[in-house]
């Protein structure tokens, strides 16, 4: 199973990359969707990717018998879905509002912070 | 979005989804759910209701700010973990109790406070945002 | 764990079943502090009067618990504390060390200065929008990231600091604010999730998140494993965090933008969190790896002093000339990291807690010269010389501060780079922190001398100022005294913390002390 997840993680960041390469905000953004989507893929597939066996220790004994999938990477993936989740809809209020301050979504043009062609500092009094 | 059907059906559903907001909370003490899938689940409810009625109808209907509930969920996270402090294990162990509640056995737990905990702050940060969307749209 | 089938099976083997002494909880308590504290904000967000009042007590708190633990690590090793009874390494460690309880305490320091600060430069708006909350919850972050023993729960923590740094960069959106925030997020995020690549490479190499048991992992993991991987990983990831050219774009297009409180924080805070973690996984967890990519390092060092600090002789503005020294500081701590000596490294550490001063106290100075002067820009500010010749002062001991010029700071840290730079044979390395210094001081100097000693700008500028009515700021020239006394302390009294960052260098180097805090007799 692993090198097709391998083959699926490695095509999420092709996707993501080029999307985040784009001048534009919203596409900028659908790229950072994607790349944490393949980012979880990918702690998922490092876990090793084992089905429906549940890590549960039977009655009575005290050590997992035989291979069983491991829990582990559900709980890092939860948690970095978690965190992206709340980061992507930070984005997005923050995108929609440059978008409104800033009349553009193409960051060639954010140049309010930035300004082009400031004076360079005083050389003498 | 606001036709007359959406209208009427969205306080039913907006108050069936809290409802099954808690139960997915609760259920997530021993089977799949929890406290982030239940404050999902709620703050879409808030959502439509937004949809339906406005931004400011939602807000009367929380009462309280959305970041002060958010406020509050940490502080009781944060709160089921320093229960340790009083019995000398590490922070954020699980400590269980059992009470009887007329006549029904109820199992406490600092894991339960702490899930509601992170219910309240899903709840409440998901719909602080979801409501600055909307009000956008408004405005 | 429900009560029954916790008496049938024996858990001695995955958790923890003796009583935990109190004082264990010194390792949390910089964590919870603040989180408490942000939270009660939270909950009480209307009643803005008492915010500042009330996070002053909780960061005089945080202040109080960082430098506890810090005494006790010092005296007792490695402390180390796992969340919910579980052993390491099933369960979360948090470990403190020197080096992260060093840092904490820096920390704790600038944000209860800061919080001084705000008390007059956050307004009523900027309150209601959550100043203090926001400042609690990003110290929560920072407490976190410096004292954590699990990789995977420092990238938490990092996101914990990152998005209450989001909501006090946007602090009044401001058009200017909400264009550098966007930059900031967007490169911030990909940053994080660099780091997050990382991690879960290293979790399917190591299968272990646990710091200790990952550095002590790496000296018997098979030839095969791509440790090389994880430490490039490592070192781009947190280079971004840290602002090491080349992606250091985003910082000097968004630090100036903020309320200067907030840019003070930032620039004093951030990105020694990103040089703190690549000390922690380059030089803890992959030696080897670290000397096989110690000339990549000391090339992107050097680049990113001499950029940055021409970056900041080319900039008007006080608070963009500020944050392209913020760049080029963190050039010369990787400078540290490049040569990966015990001298280095303890003159990296120094460095950092310099600069997490040096920083805060620039923006603070650039802050208080705007409500005199009546600006941020060079060619506006004049004769705050005859304003205030107390915070003349302050600002001529800043520059030579900043510069590595005695009797402030900033010397000491560079003395021991330098010096461990040329035992090293590293001439480039120890002239390009000699450069970095001599143009800092240009750049420091020429804000002097426009700022302070000029009597009016040049022809053809309006003026903005007039020494006769302008403002000042009691509590703004106040807190860069009290900011000013630890910088000229620390260049006037050197050793006790050049004996700390010996410390915390050799805690780096030699991981047992560590290894065993989290893992006692080598259990595990």
């Known amino acids: 199973m692993e090198p097709a997840f391998a083959v699926l993680v490695g095509l999420f960041f092709a996707v993501a990359i080029y999307l985040m390469l784009s001048k534009h905000v919203i596409r900028i953004l659908l790229g950072v969707a994607i790349f944490g989507n393949a980012v979880n893929l990918l702690i998922f597939t490092s876990g090793r990717v084992m089905r429906e066996v549940a890590a549960i220790i039977p009655e009575g004994a005290t050590t997992l018998a035989g291979p069983v999938a491991n829990p582990l990477p559900q709980a890092l993936i939860l948690t970095a879905i978690v965190i992206s989740f709340s980061f992507f809809a930070f984005l997005l209020v923050l995108a929609y509002r440059a978008y409104q301050e800033l009349g553009t979504d193409d960051t060639d043009g954010m140049r309010v912070a930035e300004p082009e062609g400031e004076p360079l500092p005083p050389i003498g009094y | 979005m606001r036709t007359l059907i959406f209208r009427t059906a969205a306080p039913y559903l907006s108050s069936l989804m809290l409802l099954f907001s808690v139960f997915v909370l609760l259920r997530g003490h021993n089977e799949p759910g929890g406290g982030f899938i239940g404050g999902l689940i709620a703050a879409s409810a808030f959502a439509i209701l937004g949809i339906a009625y406005g931004a400011p109808a939602v807000r009367r209907a929380m009462y309280f700010h959305p970041m002060a509930i958010s406020g509050f969920g940490l502080f009781l996270s944060a709160l089921s973990g320093l229960l340790s402090y009083a019995f000398r294990v590490p922070f954020l162990t699980g400590l269980w109790t059992s009470v009887h509640v007329l006549g029904v056995e109820v199992d406490l737990s600092t894991v339960m406070f702490f899930d509601i905990g992170v219910y309240l702050v899903v709840v409440g940060s998901i719909t602080s945002i979801a409501l600055a969307l909307e009000e956008r749209e408004d405005g | ?524």
């Open chain 3, 1 to 524: 764990m429900a009560g029954e089938s916790a008496k049938a099976v024996d858990v001695a083997g995955a958790m923890i079943t003796g009583p935990v002494p109190a004082v264990d909880w010194l390792i949390v308590a910089p964590v919870l502090i603040p989180l408490v504290f942000g939270a009660l904000l939270l909950m009480f967000r209307h009643e803005m009067r008492w915010h500042g009042i009330v996070a002053l007590i909780g960061l005089a708190a945080l202040v109080g618990a960082d430098a506890a633990l810090l005494s006790r690590v010092l005296e007792h090793g490695p402390l180390s504390m796992t969340m919910g009874s579980w052993l390491p390494p099933f369960g979360i460690s948090f470990t403190a060390d020197a080096l992260g309880a060093t840092f904490a305490l820096t920390a704790g320091i600038v944000a209860f200065v800061c919080a001084i600060f705000a008390l007059r430069d956050i307004d009523v708006s900027g309150r209601r929008y959550g100043f203090y909350p926001f400042l609690m919850l990003m110290m929560t972050g920072v407490s976190g990231a410096f004292l954590t023993g699990d990789i995977f729960n420092l990238y938490v923590w990092f996101e914990v600091f990152v998005i209450s740094s989001f909501g006090l960069l946007v602090l009044g959106s401001e058009r200017a604010q909400i264009d550098g925030a966007t930059k900031y997020a967007i490169l911030n995020l990909v940053g994080t999730t660099l780091f997050l690549i990382a991690t879960a490479y290293l979790y399917g190499t190591f299968g272990t998140l646990n710091m200790a048991d990952i550095a002590r992992k790496a000296q018997t993991i098979s030839e095969a494993a791509p440790l090389m991987t994880l430490a490039t990983l490592y070192l781009l990831a947190f280079g971004m965090k840290a602002a090491a050219f080349p992606v250091n774009f985003w910082l000097p297009a968004s630090y100036h933008t903020p309320r200067i409180v907030a840019a003070a924080l930032f620039g004093g805070l951030l990105t020694k969190i990103g040089i703190y973690a690549l000390l922690r996984t380059l030089v803890m967890l992959f030696p080897v790896e670290r000397a096989i990519l110690a000339d990549l390092i000391g090339w992107v060092a050097v680049a990113t002093m001499i950029l940055g600090v021409l970056g900041a002789l080319a900039q008007s503005d006080t608070r963009r000339v500020f944050g392209f020294l913020v760049i080029s500081g963190v050039g010369v701590m990787m400078a540290g990291l490049a040569l990966g000596t015990e001298t280095g490294l303890s003159g990296t550490i120094f460095y950092a807690a310099h600069s997490m001063l040096i920083m805060t106290a620039l923006y603070l100075l650039a802050g208080v010269m705007k409500e005199m002067g009546g600006s941020f820009s060079l060619h506006e500010l004049s004769g705050l010389y005859r304003a205030s010749p107390l915070l003349t002062g302050i600002a001529l001991l800043l520059a030579l501060a900043i510069a590595g010029l005695p009797p402030a700071s900033g010397l000491w840290p560079k003395v021991l780079l330098v010096k461990a730079a040329v035992d090293a044979n590293a001439w480039w390395l120890a002239g390009a922190i000699l450069l970095t210094g001599f143009l800092t001081t240009i750049a420091m100097g020429r804000i002097f001398l426009f700022a302070f000693w000029r009597d009016a700008p040049a022809k053809g500028v309006a003026k903005v100022f007039d020494p006769a009515t302008a403002a000042r700021p009691v509590v703004g020239q106040g807190v860069l005294v009290v900011l000013t006394v630890p910088i000229v302390l620390l260049g006037v009294f050197p050793e006790p913390v050049i004996r700390v960052a010996n410390m915390a260098a050799a805690g780096l180097l030699h991981s047992s002390a560590y290894i065993n805090a989290v893992f006692p007799a080598g259990g595990g």
